[in-house]
């Protein structure tokens, strides 16, 4: 059984800084790709960066420039810097990994863009 727990999400003004982290636990061998998703309300769940094992990365438009995906293979963990943070950026966020083709989710951590 594979687990996603994400962490680090919370309340940050416009222009603040966040680091998401997402520790990867059970039979992650296999996994093709591990990548952050967000979901704000009434709205689509939408991808915020992924890695590929390759160490290929894709990030959303939204996010190029301002937000950096990394991952620490001997943790099994995930990360996500997030700068420059704008109110429009708040959203669920949830962890992501593909693993022999099935999808697994974390339960997600909030985060809070505002003044």
């Known amino acids: 059984q594979v687990q996603l727990v994400e962490s680090g999400g919370g309340l940050v003004q416009p222009g603040g800084s966040l680091r998401l982290s997402c520790a990867a636990s059970g039979s992650t061998f296999g996994s093709t790709v591990m990548g952050w998703y967000r979901q704000a309300p009434g709205k689509q769940r939408e991808l915020v960066a992924r890695m590929f094992t390759s160490g290929i990365t894709n990030l959303a438009d939204s996010a190029k420039g301002r937000f950096t995906i990394s991952r620490d293979n001997a943790k099994n963990t995930l990360y996500l810097q997030m700068n420059s943070l704008k109110p429009e950026d708040t959203a669920v966020y949830y962890c992501?990994?593909?693993?022999?083709?099935?999808?697994?989710w974390g339960q997600g951590t909030q985060v809070t863009v505002s003044s």
């Open positions: 992501n990994a593909v693993i022999w083709g099935v999808n697994y």
